[in-house]
C-alpha cells in the first residue's frame, strides 16, 4: 500500500460543488469537506514530520500572526502536467490571489524544511481543487475534463479563509480522499490544536 501523503492547506466551504454539472466519465469531484488551498505539500514525510510541521507553524504563528483572508474563484484549469496528463482541474482565484500569495511566500518554506527536508522552488499559484481525473481516463476523457472546466463560472463563490489544517489521506478513500488531523485558526496567539489522536472527521 502506498504510504499516505500530508498536507497544510486553508479549508473553505465545499458545498459549491454540488450545484456544478455533471463531470465526464472517469472524473472524481472533490467532496465539498475536502475542497481547500493548499499552503504546504510535505508528501510522504509521516506523522512525525508533519508534527513536525505543525510545530513549526505554531512557531510562525505566534510570532508573526496571519489575518483571514477574503477570496473568490475564478478560471478552472489543469494542474499538475500538460493537458494530457494534468492531475486536478482547479480554480485559481478572482479576489485574494496576492492576500493567499504573500501568506504562502511567508510559511511555506519554514513549514516544508521542519516537515519534509526541503523547500518549494516555485513560486505560489493558490488554487482550489474541485476535481481529478481517475488513473483509467483516457486523452478523450482530459479533454472532455478541460470542456467541462472552461465552461463554469466560480465567479460567486466567495469564502473567507481563516484556517489552517493538516491533512493527510482518508482511512476510507472511496468517500473522501481527505481527513483533518489538526487546525490553526489566523489571526489568534493563542492557536486551537485538534488532538492528533483523535482526529477530526469532516
Known sequence: ????NWFLAFPLDGAFVLGLPPLPSNF????????????????????????RAVAALDQRLHEQP???FAISLGQVVPMGGSRRSYSAL???????????????????DDLMLAGAGRSEKRPPKPHVSIARPRNRASELDREAGLRWAAALQLEAVHAQ??????????ESRRERM?????????????????????????
Open 1 to 4: 500500500m502506498r504510504r499516505a
Open 28 to 51: 472524481r469531484r472533490f467532496h465539498p469537506e475536502d475542497v481547500h488551498l493548499t499552503l504546504a505539500f510535505l508528501g510522504t514525510c509521516g506523522e512525525a514530520g508533519a508534527e
Open 66 to 68: 496571519q489575518r483571514p
Open 90 to 108: 482547479s480554480a485559481l482565484l478572482e479576489e485574494g490571489h496576492a492576500e493567499a500569495s504573500a501568506c504562502i511566500l511567508s510559511l511555506r
Open 161 to 170: 479563509l481563516d484556517r489552517i489544517a493538516l491533512y493527510t489521506w482518508s
Open 178 to 202: 481527505f481527513e483533518i488531523v489538526a487546525v490553526r485558526r489566523l489571526g489568534q496567539r493563542n492557536t486551537e490544536p485538534i488532538d492528533p489522536v483523535a482526529r477530526e472527521k469532516t
